[in-house]
């Protein structure tokens, strides 16, 4: 099973990817509030709840971004030790940017950070450049529609879990056709019109914000994502629908 993206060109991809958060990294996350109307961070809240961090554990967020799984799954665990990977420089910028803020506005001591408990790393979820076998979690949250070759993103969080850990992922979807008619009409128009529009004013880039609906248009549906995830040697599957499966959080283990 593929993910279903042989329309794009996997060689323009990974440049394409690159190219859109670049232009908006420094806007992303006002842009995230606009387009989901702040909704993304209860869907984040949501997934770090499922994820039930604690002390100790041993994270990475994979196509982290700006660090919002990251800084939530601290806020849970103050204890955990999380590692945001991501392969566009621009985005990790802006969250260690972030977190200097955060550990200065509490007042971390030093000690602290000489070992950090959270790190930022540049690194494609293809091929991680980590050991295989050290992470009781991986997450990766609204990252994997970008990926070019979603299998072998699979692949390596499969190679760097450890045996009994915990993969989760969230992405966006496109609403069912069948179900909710009206509601998809609405969602319809909502993509199409209004969230080029929001990106032609927030971030000045229309084209990166249509290139991101395309890319949810293109996401298959949530059956043909667990076979992925089975066929990558994921067990115990699950599949959690929110917003009448505008989202998606998608949950397996490594036996
Ligand atoms: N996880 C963050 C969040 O939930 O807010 C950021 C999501 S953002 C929509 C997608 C991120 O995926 C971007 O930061 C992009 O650079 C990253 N990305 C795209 N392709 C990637 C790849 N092959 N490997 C790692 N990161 C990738």
């Known amino acids: 099973t593929h993910f ?5 060109d996997m060689q323009e991809k990974p440049q394409l990817v690159q190219d859109v958060f670049d232009s908006v990294a420094r806007s992303y996350d006002v842009m995230n509030d606009a387009m989901s109307l702040g909704m993304h961070r209860l869907w984040k809240d949501h997934f770090v709840n ?6 100790g554990m041993r994270l990475v967020d994979v196509a982290g971004g700006t660090g919002d799984i ?3 799954v601290l806020r849970a665990a103050p204890q955990a030790e999380a590692l945001v990977v991501d392969v566009n420089q621009n985005m990790l910028q802006v969250g260690e940017r972030r977190a200097h803020a955060a550990a200065l506005s509490s007042g971390e001591p030093s000690s602290a950070r000489a070992r950090p408990r959270l790190r930022f790393m540049h690194g494609d979820a293809e091929s991680l450049p980590l050991d295989a076998e050290q992470f009781d979690a991986y997450t990766i949250s609204f990252g994997m529609r970008n990926v070019a ?3 072998r993103a699979l692949a390596e969080a499969v190679r760097v ?3 009994g850990g915990r993969f989760l992922m969230m992405e966006l979807s496109a609403m069912p056709e069948d179900r909710f008619p009206l509601l998809r009409q609405a969602y319809d128009t909502y993509s199409f019109r209004v969230i080029p529009q929001l990106g032609q004013w927030i971030a000045n880039d229309r084209a990166a914000y249509e290139y991101l609906v395309q ?3 293109r996401f298959p ?3 043909q994502v667990g076979a992925t995830m089975r066929d990558a040697g994921l067990q115990a ?3 959690e629908e929110l917003c009448f499966g505008v989202v998606c959080i998608y949950s397996g283990w490594k036996v």
């Open 4 to 8: 279903g993206y042989r329309q794009v």
């Open 50 to 55: 499922r994820l039930a961090p604690w002390d």
């Open 70 to 72: 990251a800084f939530r």
């Open 149 to 151: 070759r979603p299998e």
């Open 161 to 163: 879990l450890r045996r």
């Open 215 to 217: 890319s949810i248009r």
């Open 221 to 223: 549906p949530p059956a």
């Open 237 to 239: 599957l699950t599949t």
